[in-house]
């Protein structure tokens, strides 16, 4: 199984910064890589998928980018829905994601 | 708009067996891949097992192989996983999620889970 391992598992950030949450896959992936928010008591939803490709409807502050081995998810201009917890999954072989990044409210 | 609503949750003595379903609509089920993803309390997301549109081909990973049994019925647009030995930690929040494309792997919409707890 290809392993995924999120940077930092968590972080806190105020209204209106910008963050960067990496994810590094144990073997190359080439671009499957996929990006969900998770909000507390809800299911994921799908922000990004084959790493810079944003899912409709996602505010243009959330940006994908990176192949290979390493990715990254960038928000821009926080908002106060955007504190929640972010996965990342690859889709090049059997689905597996990474442990979780939490963003919390500094 | 794409609702999956999944039902038959529990608590169940380890060792024990119980079936979750998903049932969707406001979309055409048998022209998607579906799969189980589940997720421990307070841990991250755990794919469990994917299945065809057509329910002929099934995929499990290898925590669950030989344990878990991935089915659907398209006339019923239903999704379901059958759960056999469960164990200790099988306990998690189990969803259904769509693939948007076959084989994509990926899933762009989900079910808002059912709690299996597996407990004596």
């Known amino acids: 199984d290809i392993r995924m391992t999120q940077s930092p598992t968590s972080l806190s950030a105020s209204v209106g910064d910008g963050v960067t949450i990496t994810c590094r896959a144990s073997?190359?992936?080439?671009?499957?890589l996929n990006w969900y928010q998770q909000r507390p008591g809800e299911a994921p939803k799908l922000l990004v998928y084959?790493?810079?490709t944003l899912e409709g409807g996602v505010p243009s502050r959330f940006s994908g980018s990176g192949s290979g081995t390493d990715f990254t998810l960038t928000i821009t201009g926080l908002q106060p829905e955007d504190f929640a917890t972010y996965h990342c999954?690859?889709?090049?072989?059997?689905?597996?994601f990474g442990q979780g990044t939490r963003l919390e409210i500094k | 708009e794409v609702q999956l609503l999944e039902a038959g949750g529990g608590v169940v003595q380890p060792g024990g067996s119980l079936r979750v379903s998903c049932a969707a609509s406001?979309?055409?089920?048998?022209?998607?891949?579906m799969s189980w993803v589940r997720q421990a309390p307070g841990k991250g997301l755990e794919w469990v097992s994917g299945?065809?549109?057509?329910?002929?081909?099934?995929y499990y990973a290898d925590s669950v192989k030989g344990r878990f049994s991935i089915s659907r019925d398209n006339s019923k647009k239903t999704l379901y996983l059958q759960m056999n030995s469960l164990r200790a930690d099988d306990t998690a929040v189990y969803y259904c999620?769509?693939?948007?494309?076959?084989?994509?792997?990926?899933?762009?919409?989900w079910g808002q889970g059912t709690l299996v707890t597996v407990s004596s």
């Open positions: 406001g979309f055409t089920f048998s022209s998607y891949a």
């Open positions: 073997q190359s992936i080439s671009n499957f």
């Open positions: 999620a769509k693939e948007p494309v076959t084989s994509s792997r990926y899933f762009d919409s």
């Open positions: 999954q690859q889709s090049y072989s059997s689905p597996t």
């Open positions: 084959r790493a810079s």
């Open positions: 299945i065809s549109a057509s329910g002929g081909n099934t």
